[in-house]
């Protein structure tokens, strides 16, 4: 069952990406969703951190299909954008070892446009402003690591 976790600003954004770090593991998949300005990139730079790169490298990768973070990163992690491609045919045709190398995480923007094409192990985080300066993240996806990634228990635990 999707949880919502409040965003009140930029910063708690970036906290959420830090505690998601800390679960992360190869074979993770995050699939970001949410407008333009919704805080993806935000939380990718706080990711790319918080596993030890430099979050001074992370853009959105609008015109690179796909970066790969690495240098001083506890795991290497994947940055895929999703924005400019047709549907899932097309991000399969980018190939599964350069979307989801198995000594990898990878994280995809605008993912709701390749939903069809993304692993069942995936964890989505719909993100939405909900004001000036904040966001809501709605959380879903295998329920055991959802509450590895965000410490969210199963409801009436």
Known sequence: MPRTIALPSPAATRRLATRVAKGLRPGDVLALVGPLGAGKTTFVRALVEALGGDPAEVVSPTFVLATRYAA?????????????LEGAEEFRNLGHEMLFPADSATVIEWADRVRDALPSRTVRIEMQPSGRSSRTARIGGPAARVSILFGLGRRGS
């Open 72 to 84: 001083g990163c506890r795991i290497p992690l994947v940055h895929v954008d999703a924005y400019r």
